[in-house]
C-alpha cells in the first residue's frame, strides 16, 4: 500500500489527542519537557542495553498510561528504526566480541555488533516515544508558549512554522502516492521502477510543499504577519510531586551511568 498514515503521525490525529485531554495532557507542559531533556540524556550518557531496554519500556508505559493509541505508534516507529537501522549497521562489523557470522574474506558479525544495533534502536525509539507522547498530549496553545519562553527569536517561529508545514509535506506525499497507486502504479514491477516511481513522488511533493509554504506566507503577510507569532497562552507551573519525580530520575540515571555497572 502506498498511504503513508500508518507509518507517519498525521496532524488531525495529534491535534485530536492534544486537545481533547486526558491523563497525560494533566502534568504540566514544563514537567514533560524536563522529560523528554530525561529521557534524551538518559539514552546518550547510559551504554547498558538492559537499562535503555528499561527506558523504552517506561516510554511505552507513559505513552499507554495517557491514553493514546498504541498500535499507531508501533506503525509509526518503522520508519524511525529504518532510518536507526541504516545508519548503525554500519558500525555492526567493527564492534569486538563472539563471532556469529563469518565470512571469510569479507566480514565478521559478533555479538557486539548485534548487541550495538538493537541498542542504538531502542535508543532512537524510546526518544521517538516520548516524544510522540509528549507532542500529543500537550495542547498546540502550550507548545506554542513554551516555544515563545524556551527557544530565542526567530527561532521560536521556525519552530511552529516547521512543526506545522512537515505534517503538510506527508499529507501531499501520501496524495501523489495515493494517486500513483490509482493510475496503476501498483502494476509497476522490479527495485528499479518502484525506486523510480517514488523518487519522483517525494520529489514533486518537496516541490509543491515549498510553493505551498510561499503561498500560505504571502496570505499571512497579507493578514498582517511581521515575522513574529505571538503566544498569549498560560503554562501551568509544574507541582512539587512531578519536579520530585523528575529529579529523582535524573539521580536514577547518573547513578546507573557511572556506579551500577550492567552489561
Known amino acids: 500500500m502506498p498511504h503513508l498514515e500508518s507509518h507517519i503521525p498525521d496532524m488531525p490525529t495529534i491535534f485530536y489527542f492534544s486537545e481533547r485531554g486526558g491523563r497525560l495532557s494533566r502534568i504540566s507542559p514544563w514537567s514533560k519537557l524536563l522529560l523528554l531533556l530525561f529521557f534524551v540524556v538518559s539514552v546518550t550518557v547510559i551504554q547498558s542495553l538492559v537499562i535503555v531496554l528499561l527506558l523504552y519500556a517506561l516510554t511505552l508505559s507513559l505513552y499507554a498510561a495517557g491514553g493514546l493509541p498504541l ?31 563469518v565470512v571469510p574474506g569479507l566480514f565478521t558479525i559478533t555479538d557486539g555488533g548485534i548487541f550495538l544495533v538493537i541498542k542504538l534502536l531502542l535508543k532512537g525509539l524510546t526518544v521517538v516515544n516520548f516524544s510522540l507522547a509528549f507532542i500529543m498530549s500537550t495542547k498546540y496553545a502550550e507548545i506554542s508558549a513554551l516555544a515563545d519562553k524556551v527557544l530565542p527569536r526567530p527561532l521560536d517561529v521556525v519552530f511552529l512554522l516547521t512543526f506545522r508545514f512537515v505534517f503538510i509535506t506527508f499529507e501531499v506525499i501520501n496524495d501523489l502516492l495515493t494517486a500513483a497507486w490509482a493510475r496503476g502504479g501498483s502494476l509497476l514491477k522490479g527495485v528499479p521502477k518502484m525506486a523510480s516511481l517514488y523518487a519522483k513522488v517525494f520529489g514533486i511533493g518537496v516541490i509543491y510543499s515549498f510553493d505551498k509554504a510561499e503561498r500560505v506566507g504571502k496570505a499571512m503577510e497579507a493578514r498582517g504577519f511581521s515575522g513574529e507569532l ?34
Open 71 to 101: 498500535r499507531r505508534l508501533f506503525g509509526w516507529s518503522i520508519l524511525p528504526a529504518v532510518f536507526v537501522l541504516t545508519i548503525s549497521i554500519l558500525f555492526i562489523f567493527s564492534q569486538g566480541g563472539t563471532p556469529v557470522l
Open 230 to 263: 505571538r503566544s498569549y497562552g498560560s503554562l501551568r507551573p509544574p507541582s512539587l510531586l512531578e519536579l520530585a519525580a523528575i529529579a529523582t530520575a535524573f539521580c536514577a540515571v547518573i547513578v546507573l551511568a557511572y556506579l551500577v555497572v550492567i552489561p
